[in-house]
């Protein structure tokens, strides 16, 4: 446990390290996929979560392995922008409020 006023180190638990290989896994199937490297954060309600751009207009392969590997998430998103989208998952933690998740 941390000092008084210092968060916990999350990796210490065991769930959370089991949080963040899962996304890990998932990050890593997405990266093939898009040919892009997809950014993992930590959420304020405690979860992995893994981004990724998409750009263009996916064909239908790619769209149905992007959405192969997004429903093994607990969540997960889409943001579409001119000429490219993004596309998030969520493993473990509370799900949170964000301009991702409108």
Do not use: C
């Not at 093939?32 to 239908?60: F, K, M, N």
């Amino acid at each position: 446990m941390g000092e008084v006023g210092e968060p916990d180190d999350p990796l210490a638990n065991e769930e959370l390290r089991a949080a963040r290989a899962r996304a890990g896994e998932l990050a890593a199937e997405l990266a093939v996929l898009t040919r892009e490297r997809p950014s993992i954060t930590w959420t304020r309600g405690g979860a992995v979560r893994v981004s990724v751009r998409v750009r263009g207009t996916p064909d239908l392969g790619l769209t149905v392995g992007l959405l192969a590997v997004l429903s093994r998430a607990d969540r997960f998103g889409h943001r579409k922008a001119e000429g490219w989208q993004y596309v998030w998952l969520e493993i473990g933690g509370t799900p949170t409020k964000d301009e991702d998740s409108s």
